[in-house]
């Protein structure tokens, strides 16, 4: 039987990214738990709009745009702060950064807010007030439209900003990534930047919980060969382990330190 609701929520989300949907009397025999506790880890996955509601059960969610940015800020947050700090590990003092949009590398700005003489160049207002106590750190934000709820500026003045640059590292998130290694987002701007980073830096690095592998978003743009490190917080599902194998010198599994996936 497993232990945590939290480990009991995952196996919940992967058996129904492997079937699509499951009922909750399906699931409750599966784990050898009560139907009212599943339904409780399945409410709470639904409210945080990783699974959709339907009669005796749950489905995927119909996803054509990603969460408030308050309620991602929440989700997962120990395993973003975990991800956040193995990648501060990689960083060292000294050194040229991009960071992109999404929680998880403001989550990264906010392991690396004390170091010393880093230059960060940046579309996320978030990321920048992350460091802006630090005089130790130049700051560098691109101009273009801002997203007020998300606190980022997108749009091509701001994917060619990064282009002005060439940074040690390029840190930045993902809205999901597909099972052929494909990188997924929720809009043609947020992939754009990105890309946009991953070229011009020497070193790029991708910042993703496992809730992100098999997660539905609908712009593709980019892949894991892109990618020079993955760091995650926990060990790929199984329907990613041919990508484990593949990438297993790139990946960093979060909490063991120096530790890469096998």
């Known amino acids: 039987m497993l232990k945590t609701a939290t480990t009991r929520q995952a196996h919940i989300l992967e058996i129904v990214r492997e079937q699509g949907s499951a ?7 599966r784990f050898d738990v009560t139907q009212q506790t599943i339904r409780r880890l399945a409410n709470a996955l639904c409210d945080q709009g990783l699974l959709r509601r339907v009669h005796g059960g749950v489905s995927l969610p119909v996803q054509n745009q990603n969460l408030a940015y308050g309620s991602r800020h929440r989700l997962n947050a120990n395993a973003k702060r975990r991800i956040a700090h193995a990648t501060a590990n990689l960083i060292p003092d000294g050194t040229s950064l991009m960071i992109g949009l999404g929680t998880t590398p403001e989550y990264v700005a ?4 004390r170091r010393r003489d880093l230059r960060v160049i940046t579309n996320s207002l978030n990321v920048a007030a992350a460091f802006a106590h630090n005089p130790d750190v130049e700051i560098t934000i691109a101009g273009g439209t801002l997203r007020p709820l998300d606190r980022d500026i997108i749009g091509e ?8 640059f060439r940074a040690d590292f390029g840190i930045f998130g993902v809205g999901g990534v597909d099972q052929d290694g494909t990188l997924l987002d929720f809009h043609v701007d947020e992939v754009k930047a990105r890309q946009s980073i991953a070229a011009n830096s020497r070193t790029s690095v991708l910042v993703a919980d496992i809730t992100k592998f098999g997660r539905n978003a609908t712009v593709r743009g980019g892949h894991l060969d892109d990618c020079h490190h993955l760091v995650i917080d926990d060990q790929l599902p199984p329907a990613f382990q041919p990508i484990a194998l593949k990438y297993s010198d790139r990946i960093h599994t979060a909490g063991n330190a120096g530790h890469r996936a096998t």
């Open 110 to 113: 906010q392991a690396l807010s």
């Open 157 to 164: 003045a701001a994917a060619r900003f990064f282009s002005g």
């Open 23 to 29: 009922s909750i009397e399906q699931l409750a025999a």
